[in-house]
């Protein structure tokens, strides 16, 4: 009891100090993510999501921004592939096992009731509006599938080591009764009474990882309402994934570079399009003067209502009721105002850079400059998407197919060895198009020194060239032989061509002599 009180302090402590960001966020969902702009208060259904929006511009390019995570990262079927820490350790065969394990991984992953295009969907916009998500990644209660599930930062709390690793994290939940029996086998006794009257109320729940003693994390359930552990475990995983996209000092907690940035321009295009809509409605639908002696009957502003005016009234006065003349010449001004507004969101959306510029006609080193500047610009974008987010999620899913023994007899050269991913993106596709590019310059200056001076192709090893930009562009290891079978089928056909120039000069000796 003393242990479970100890983590509802920490718990508390926790979420207290996480209080203020929740606010931050409410306002950023309010902006960017309105069916998210739920941190401080509770959304009933049916309630209209922006009805606070004048326009719905920012929310368009927070929308934009996380759908293109998951088109440009995980757009093809084989978005990641499996790798060694050292490439001398990858031999043909140890690329084929790998390629194998990673079809069996993917087809794990993209299992429908697995649920991992819906988490990553909703986790990649949480990326995009506050800069940080949480994954949870598991297996499902049968423990014949994967099981993954994006959960609402409101209910996360964590805490950093000091190598800045998180290593604690506690999650607030309220499962129904039905679903604690179902899933715990112990659970309080006021839950299991639940079942006869309640089977579908909520109970305050908490899961909570906490380093552990034995082995690397211990993990926690306990119901909250009843003060009842419900299980308590150690692992040697960390089963959420928590990829954070731009971190500062002092502060276990990410941001959106994105949002940072637009932020300002969100309120202040809201405010524009007010002003402007206010200002269209006044040109269509002006405000009239009226003469209030003259008036027999309030304005009638209907289309073809009828206002009655004193017939004594003499409008050599001024007409009894007339528009109020207003200048519009700002209109112009207001539009362009709201244009570099939109700009400047897009930028800070990274959304004029999320293409591959176009080459057309240009020299392989005009090529070579034009994907080096894409590759500066997207860096900061797709960086940290890579390395915590889909390498989180991809060495998460191996570690618990590996313990679930799901890839069976593992080659002897694999054992003990440090696995990597690698993942197919339009950065690596820069980077591999800048290597094939390297390739043919090199080619093109070894033919023109070659025309000088044909011993200079000696100091280039052109095979291992070769296969090096052939793997670079992503060609399957099955389409790629050994290197031993390469040395042995080059080695016959040099024999082959020796045997053909040798039978060649017998021949043209034997018809010498015969001449």
Not at 80 to 99: A, P
Not at 115 to 134: L, P, S
Not at 226 to 231: A, D, F, G, S
Not at 411 to 437: C, I, M, N, W, Y
Request: hydrophobic content about 40%; charged content about 25%.
């Amino acid at each position: 009891m003393e242990d479970l009180k100890l983590l509802m302090q920490m718990e508390e402590h926790l979420f207290s100090k996480k209080s203020s960001l929740d606010s931050l966020w409410q306002v950023i969902a309010e902006h960017f993510y309105p069916e998210r702009a739920n941190f401080t208060y509770t959304r009933y259904l049916g309630e209209e999501f922006a009805d606070n929006l004048m326009t719905g511009y920012p929310v368009l390019a927070r929308r934009d921004l996380g759908d293109a995570f998951s088109s440009m990262l995980r757009r093809q079927e084989n978005w990641f592939q499996i790798g060694l820490g050292r490439e001398d350790q990858e031999t043909t065969e140890v690329k084929q096992w790998l390629e194998w394990a990673a079809g069996l991984q993917r087809r794990a992953m993209y299992d429908r009731q697995a649920c991992f295009v819906r988490a990553t969907k909703e986790g990649d916009h949480d990326f995009a509006a506050f800069g940080q998500a949480v994954i949870s990644v598991e297996v499902d209660r049968t423990q014949a599938r994967l099981l993954y599930r994006n959960w609402h930062l409101k209910d996360c709390a964590w805490s950093e080591n000091v190598a800045g690793q998180i290593d604690t994290f506690f999650l607030r939940w309220k499962p129904t009764a039905r679903d604690l029996i179902n899933k715990f086998k112990d659970v309080h006794e006021k839950v299991r009474q639940c079942m006869e009257k309640e089977p579908f109320k909520e109970i305050n729940c908490v899961h909570c990882l906490v380093p552990g003693e034995k082995r690397k994390y211990r993990s926690v359930y306990y119901d909250k309402d009843n003060k009842h552990v419900m299980e308590d475990v150690e692992l040697d995983f960390f089963r959420y994934v928590i990829p954070r996209w731009s971190t500062v000092s002092q502060s276990q907690y990410a941001y959106s570079p994105a949002v940072v940035v637009a932020l300002p321009d969100a309120r202040l295009i809201q405010a524009v399009t007010l002003t402007l809509l206010e200002a269209g409605e006044k040109y269509v639908n002006p405000p009239l003067l009226a003469t209030h002696e003259a008036l027999r009957s309030d304005v009638n502003l209907m289309a073809g209502g009828l206002t009655w005016i004193d017939a004594a009234y003499d409008e050599r006065l001024g007409e009894a009721v007339r528009p109020l003349v207003q200048d519009k010449g700002a209109f112009p001004a207001g539009f362009n105002i709201r244009d570099d507004i939109k700009e400047s969101i897009a930028s800070a959306f990274y959304l004029n850079k999320l293409t591959l510029p176009p080459v057309g006609e240009m020299t392989a080193y005009e090529v070579s400059q034009r994907i080096q500047e894409y590759i500066r610009q997207a860096l900061p974008l797709f960086q940290p998407m890579e390395a915590e987010y889909n390498g989180g999620l991809c060495d998460r899913t191996f570690e618990l197919l590996m313990m679930h023994n799901a890839f069976g007899e593992i080659p002897q050269a694999l054992r003990g060895a440090d696995v990597q991913f690698q993942f197919d993106s339009p950065l690596h596709h820069a980077e591999d198009r800048e290597k094939a590019v390297r390739f043919e310059e090199m080619v093109n200056t070894i033919g023109m020194a070659a025309g000088v001076d044909p011993t200079t192709a000696k100091h280039v090893d052109i095979h291992e060239a070769f296969r090096d930009a052939i793997s670079g562009l992503g060609a399957p290891a099955d389409w790629i032989v050994s290197e031993e079978a390469a040395r042995q089928m080059i080695a016959n056909a040099k024999n082959e061509q020796e045997e053909a120039l040798a039978m060649q000069q017998m021949a043209q000796v034997a018809g010498a002599v015969s001449g």
